[in-house]
């Protein structure tokens, strides 16, 4: 299984500031995603980030509020622009590997916990 | 659209009893479902998946889950829970027309084992 890196493990901001998270794998993976987990809820899918191209992203999330990138086939970045308290949340880092053919488990960071004051 | 139920925010048993977390999904198509683990201020951890052949999938941890198509089911299950059990679990869904690895996930239980 691919091995996540995220960075930071957690920050407290301040509001109207922005933070970049990342994720760094130690292997070539095809799919990297990144989710948010606001406190008490489940994961929600913020974005697919595609290596070399815009990420595409899910309904309710804008590239202008949460940019991301991803250069190579190992890293990727995620920032939550212009912050405010209701950004507080977890924000994870997955990624997913296709084999034969077949569709298979994602592997997840150990998270970014964001408080914002 | 894909979708995960979880019934049970919160599920208590006594150290030694067997557990179940329950899944029910929604899907097009065949589903691949899957469990995670969340402890504290951890990422979420695979314990098992189903994607075709026997219905009983075993997993990490000795935790199991059985897929039941008729029921569109997919409890978790484990024999004699342990105290170090206790943890948020996280039933989850792909479809498999959908982009590897892109899941859909229940709201989560927490799974509390007292000794």
């Known amino acids: 299984s691919a091995v996540i890196s995220q960075k930071p493990s957690r920050d407290i901001c301040q509001r109207g500031t922005s933070l970049t998270i990342q994720c760094q794998v130690d292997?070539?993976?095809?799919?990297m995603f990144w989710y948010r987990q606001q406190p008490g809820q489940s994961l929600t899918l913020i974005a697919t980030a595609n290596q070399g191209s815009e990420a595409t992203y899910e309904s309710g999330f804008v590239i202008d509020k949460f940019p991301i990138s991803r250069p190579n086939l190992t890293f990727s970045t995620l920032t939550v622009s212009n912050m405010s308290p209701e950004d507080s949340s977890i924000y994870l880092c997955s990624v997913g590997e296709k084999s034969t053919g077949m569709n298979t488990e994602a592997f997840f960071g150990q998270g970014t916990r964001l408080t914002v004051v | 659209a894909q979708s995960v139920a979880q019934p049970e925010d919160q599920v208590n048993v006594a150290e030694g009893n067997p557990l179940t977390v329950k899944c029910t999904y929604s899907?097009?198509?065949?589903?691949?479902l899957f469990w995670y683990v969340q402890y504290p201020n951890r990422g979420l951890q695979f314990l098992l998946k189903y994607i075709t052949g026997d219905n009983l999938v075993k997993g990490s941890y000795g935790f199991e889950a059985e897929f039941n198509k008729s029921q569109t089911s997919f409890h978790l299950k484990k024999p004699s829970a342990l105290v170090s059990d206790s943890a948020l679990y996280f039933c989850a869904v792909s479809d498999r027309g959908s982009t590897l690895g892109r899941l859909y996930f229940g709201r989560g239980t927490q799974l509390t084992v007292w000794p």
């Open positions: 899907v097009s198509g065949n589903p691949y």
């Open positions: 292997s070539q993976v095809t799919m």
